[in-house]
């Protein structure tokens, strides 16, 4: 017993090396603890969870929805790529910024030129004539880009945003003042279309964002798209609301967000291509509105999911008379095409 | 004492003041005088006594030192004030990252939501007011967006609805304003207020900013709004 009470006491030595190995443990792990709060703090790592504004589930596409594949694309020579329509002999107009180009099916430049703002929506017509909107008013241009006309503004504090031109009529959509005009191709006024009316029930349009899409189908109707409502809604012309669809929805099937879509086509047979901004996605609907298909989705922007957070851009879309489908990604500087999967 | 004019204070000792002086009298001579017995205030008043050249040049100098120490003043004060700034958050910068709701020294911080009602679209469904996918829209606690319930809804002309933001309520998180960013217009974002904001040198925010969204900004202009120009 008394041995082992000898072996269980300390020496001075021992007490001391003990002591020191502890202190020195001890200023290691308070180093190391404020080292890693500091580069922690320094990278901004943000505090999880309650707080967070969680969208990571809806940023994965089922692949067995994607029925399409990238088939190259086209850098326009003006950079970030914002409007984008085919004209009646398949020539891919852009726009960027202030300059109008044409490209031909090689994607070399045939013709180009300016305007005095940025061009905010482009139409191209049948007879060749490339209609533009700017901020307040519409200016039309003959195919070598010469300018033939120059229309007032339609109101004050105009935002227009988009332009379809039928045979007769032209129509444009104003953000500024939530209105679908109806023109005669001289540019005098006919009307408005879709104010609020419930006697025709007629839903009021909602625009929270300069992103209010029209196009003439191939039905004869005018489509357009009340973003805030996630609907599209089909006009005759002179303004009896015919169909509706569409539904609220971060699924894949429904628009997200409230301004989406942001713009959409229509394919050969009536099909609507969709295209969405905050979540970028671009879809594909029958005629009558039942989602089909996925053509792009988040995964394969990856810039646009990088600025989501600060500066989240919708991407223009427009289809050949082959079905491929054409994405101005203003980002990346360039005409992405995707053609449906064989 | 001799050479003085008896009848007069001048001192000029010169005779250019036409009281005759001869020599230059000595600075001991060159003082007032006071008469041997002091006039009634009713007879004439020292003040008529116009003032020596030398009394004339001292006052001026003071005068001129008094205007320039006033403008010099004047001058400090107006480039102290100008320089002065606070800080504030770029909206154009910011990603809504939930650092201003932890890092600040207040609690709840000084950061805030702010609504900006000329972007605003009073949309029926606000994603900064509701989760992404909400059972209902309706103002349920479980439906909304914002942790502490500091967002009022307001029903206005159907479909029209006013978003409010109560800052009692608001901790600054930026999760609305994350939804309203990225699937909205943006009228939503955070901002420093500075009635609440104690303007530390070094802010603690701003230090764990990832986006470099701290800027200093002048104390007369503090807040940097949004505009529709910019948003769109």
């Known amino acids: 017993m008394a041995n082992t009470d000898q072996n269980r006491s300390w020496t001075r030595r021992q007490f001391l090396r003990g002591a020191g190995i502890f202190g020195v443990g001890s200023a290691v792990g308070t180093l190391a603890g404020r080292t890693s709060r500091a580069a922690g703090a320094k990278a901004g790592a943000p505090s999880a969870a309650p707080q967070a504004y969680d969208v990571e589930k809806f940023k994965k596409v089922d692949p067995k929805l994607i029925h399409y594949e990238p088939a190259g694309g086209i850098r326009p020579p003006q950079a970030e790529p914002n409007r984008i329509a085919f004209g009646p002999d398949e020539m891919l107009w852009v726009t960027s910024g202030k300059h109008v180009t ?126 805030g409502q996630h609907q599209f809604q089909a006009f005759t012309f002179d303004g009896t609301l015919e169909k509706t669809w569409g539904e ?12 989406n879509p942001s713009y959409f086509t229509r394919l050969a047979d009536g099909r609507f291509v969709t295209s969405e901004k905050g979540l970028p996605r671009v879809k594909v609907y029958s005629t009558a509105g039942q989602f089909e298909s996925v053509v792009a989705g988040p995964a394969s922007f990856p810039k646009y999911m990088e600025n989501m957070n600060s500066n989240p851009i919708p991407m223009d879309i427009a289809a050949d008379r082959a079905g491929r489908i054409y994405v101005a990604d203003t980002l990346g500087n360039q005409i992405r095409i995707y053609q449906r999967k064989s | 004492m001799a050479d003085q004019h008896p009848s007069s204070q001048c001192g000029c000792g010169s005779g250019a003041c036409g009281n005759g002086g001869s020599a230059k009298p000595s600075p001991a001579s060159i003082q007032f005088k006071k008469p041997a017995s002091a006039p009634a205030k009713s007879a004439v008043p020292a003040a008529a006594a116009p003032p020596s050249r030398r009394q004339f040049v001292g006052g001026a100098l003071r005068g001129a030192f008094l205007f320039v120490l006033g403008a010099a003043t004047s001058l400090i004060a107006r480039v102290s004030q100008k320089e002065r700034t606070v800080w504030q958050i770029d909206p154009t910068k910011c990603i809504a990252c939930t650092n201003c709701a ?51 809804r307001r029903a206005l002309e159907d479909p029209y609805y006013e978003y409010n933001i109560d800052e009692e309520l608001c901790i600054g998180c930026g999760k609305c304003v994350v939804g309203c960013v990225v699937f909205g217009n943006g009228s939503f974002s955070l901002q420093i207020r500075h009635d609440r904001c104690v303007n530390c040198n070094e802010c603690a925010i701003a230090m764990v900013c990832p986006a470099d969204a701290f800027v200093r900004v002048p104390a007369s202009q503090p807040y940097l709004l949004k505009t529709r120009e910019k948003q769109g």
């Open chain 1, 102 to 227: 044409a490209l031909d099916q090689q994607g070399a430049k045939a013709v180009e030129f300016s305007v005095g703002e940025v061009v905010r929506a482009l139409a191209v017509a049948q007879d060749g004539s490339v209609w533009i909107a700017l901020r307040d008013h519409i200016e039309v241009f003959n195919t070598q880009g010469k300018r033939a006309n120059k229309w007032d503004p339609p109101a004050k504090k105009a935002w227009l945003t988009s332009l379809a031109v039928g045979e007769k009529d032209v129509f444009a959509s104003d953000a500024g003042n939530r209105a679908v005009y109806r023109f005669d191709r001289a540019g005098k006024l006919l009307g408005r279309l879709g104010d609020k009316d419930a006697a025709r029930k007629v839903p009021a349009w909602l625009v929270p964002s300069p992103y209010f899409d029209l196009e003439i189908g191939g039905d004869g109707l005018l489509w357009v798209v009340n973003p």
């Open chain 1, 248 to 259: 609220a929805s971060f699924g894949i099937a429904g628009f997200c967000g409230c301004c």
């Open chain 2, 102 to 152: 932890n890092h600040c020294v207040l609690t709840p911080s000084a950061v805030k939501c702010v609504q900006q009602y000329p972007i605003c679209g009073y949309c029926k469904l606000c994603t900064g007011y509701f989760e992404p996918e909400p059972n209902a829209l309706n103002t349920a606690a479980e439906n909304q967006v914002c942790p502490t319930g500091a967002i009022e």
